[in-house]
């Protein structure tokens, strides 16, 4: 049993122990300048070195010259590498999901479950290897046939936040590597430990693949801004993959286009649920409280706006209080429902906007600090609810902490325009029995968002679909669907098999 306070000796030893099952040695987090802690109470649990311009660029040159070798290795076989890289993490599952609660602070259900998440992309991406189809085209000349080739695009650099520490990197890696790239990944400083681990088991992978993979395919780069912006502005990285915060994003967007390189943003969200008068209740409180509270509210699609019909309104928020006040908040290690908030900055950003919302007009329920006494370091909160008297300033904007607003709507038209009208694009959701409302939300003028469901909450988006958001979300997407296409580039080839030169548009030119 883990004991309810500071991270003891022992509890470090297995910390240590943990990261050595995963294939990383002491040398790499120990002794460094920059501190890792536990957000469960605030203890050190590493200190590592951060690299500077200099260490990166020498692993672009690396990743630049392993992805002129990989780019020739046949798709498929490309697709073992990544099948023994999902073969890995099954075998570390447990452990890796644990150290990904021990320094993200999600509770162990959605430790594992974020390495399920990697096991998911590894299948996908495998699968994907024999089908990187592209298409032949009907020639209008004669003689002639076209088709549309997909080729390896170069080093893709993976930006990563500290809340998916590890499945959103194996999103864009799995792909990345089918695709014919290398891969270069810069985590979260406050996450480097999980990504230390993701490393080392994508290495035993390379291992058990054989020399035929080159050195250098895909690399880590521990390092802070300095690093990323080397990463994003060095013309051999073809392509930025970028999650984290819309500041963030409009920072790397226009470096990245201004030497014409792609990016792939994951940004901001502020999801809503529509929750209409003829919704199944028991599922609406359920969707919401895994939506709001899960991952204590730090997902990118945790639900922060309930748009509820007036008839239902007092209703609806008396049974998600009551649900709330039955939450289990603590170490996320013990069964419990909401881990810690990541920081005291974190803390802080939430009671700051919950200042906000009372001077907004809003009645705050929840949000209090808890457990102070126990972990005087780690910052835990009771999420709250927070009724607001509109759509306001707080309320548009995304504050990343367990905070869901209650909006109140008359008519669906009014529904519809609350959920659009954020800057944000990223998740949605209706809970409604009525087709034409459900339809309505996922209809051309319905809901703007890159994620539109229907009796679902705004989380826990299967891999199987392209993940990403419009507007202030960055547009990009990842994962399933055709996601792989923006890992390639894309070639048009015309073959004339006549003897003839005819010109495309009739043109005579003689
Ligand atoms: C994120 O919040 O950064 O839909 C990603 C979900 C997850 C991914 C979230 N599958 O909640």
Known sequence: LIPD???????????????ERLGV??????????????????SQIGSLNLEGADAVRAKITAGHDAFLAWRKMPAPRRGELVRLFGEVLREHKADLGELV??????????????????????????????????????????????RETW?????????????????????????????????????????????????????????????DAPQGLAQLVIGDREAGEVLVDDPRVPLISATGSTRMGREVAPRVAARFGRSILELGGNNAMILTPSADLDLAVRGILFSAVGTAGQRCTTLRRLIVHRSIKDEVVARAKAAYAKVRIGDPRQGNLVGPLIDKQAFSAMQD????????????????????????????????????????AVVRHETFAPILYVLAYDDFEEALRLNNEVPQGLSSCIFTTDVREAEAFQGAAGSDCGIANVNIGTSGAEI???????????????????AWKAYMRRQTNTVNYSRELPLAQGIVFD
């Open 25 to 42: 040695s002491a040398s790499a987090y120990q002794n460094g300048s920059h501190a890792v802690y536990t957000p469960i109470d605030g």
């Open 101 to 146: 609660s021990i320094e993200a602070g999600k509770i162990t259900q959605e430790g594992l479950g974020e390495v399920q998440e990697m096991i998911d992309i590894c299948d996908f991406a495998v699968g994907l290897s024999r089908q990187l189809y592209g298409l032949t085209i009907a020639s209008e000349r004669p003689g002639h046939h076209m």
């Open 464 to 482: 199987g679909g392209a993940f990403g958001g419009e507007k202030e979300t960055g547009g990009g997407r990842e994962s399933g669907s055709d």
């Open 151 to 211: 080729h390896p695009l170069g080093v893709v650099g993976v930006i990563s936040a500290f809340n998916f520490p590890v499945a959103v990197w194996a999103w864009n890696t799995t792909l990345a590597l089918v695709a014919g790239n290398a891969v270069i990944w810069k985590p979260s400083e406050k996450t480097p430990l999980t990504a230390l681990a993701s490393q080392a088991l994508l290495d035993k992978a390379l291992a058990r693949f054989g020399n």
């Open 5 to 19: 306070f500071n991270f003891t000796t022992q509890e470090i030893a297995m910390v240590n122990q943990l990261l």
């Open 353 to 392: 906007a919950l200042a906000k919302a009372r001077d907004e007009g809003g009645q705050v329920f929840g949000g209090e600090r808890q457990l102070a006494d126990t972990f005087p370091n780690g910052y835990y909160v009771s999420p709250a609810i927070v009724e607001m008297p509109g759509q306001t």
